[in-house]
C-alpha cells in the first residue's frame, strides 16, 4: 500500500507531517489511514474538507512525478506535499 508525507491538516502554522496511507481507486485515491508524529491514526478526525486536502495533495505529487524527465528520477528528494 502506497504512502506519501504531507502536510498535517490539523496543524495552523504548516509545520508538522503525516504518512497518508492510501490505494488507487480508478482514476482517484481512498485513504486509509493518515498517522502523526504520535503515530495516531487523525484520518477518523478528519472532516470531508481536509480529507479532501490530502487526496488533493497526492493528486498533485503523482501528477508531478509523471512530469519528472526518467533521468532524474533516482535524484531527486521526494517532492512535499
Known amino acids: 500500500m502506497p504512502e506519501h508525507v504531507c502536510l ?3 496543524d495552523p502554522y504548516a509545520q508538522r507531517e503525516v504518512r497518508v496511507a492510501f ?3 480508478g ?3 481512498r485513504l ?3 498517522i502523526d ?3 495516531d491514526d487523525i484520518l477518523p478526525d478528519l472532516v470531508d ?3 479532501a486536502d490530502l487526496i488533493r ?3 498533485d505529487a503523482e ?3 509523471d512530469r519528472v524527465p526518467p533521468a532524474f528520477v533516482g535524484a531527486r528528494s521526494p517532492a512535499p506535499c
Do not use: S
Request: proline letters at 4%; hydrophobic letters at 50%.
Open 32 to 34: 486509509i489511514a493518515a
Open 49 to 51: 474538507a481536509q480529507r
Open 57 to 59: 495533495e497526492i493528486a
Open 8 to 10: 498535517d491538516p490539523n
Open 63 to 65: 501528477r508531478a512525478a
Open 23 to 25: 490505494e488507487r481507486i
Open 37 to 39: 508524529a504520535c503515530d
Open 27 to 29: 482514476a482517484g485515491f
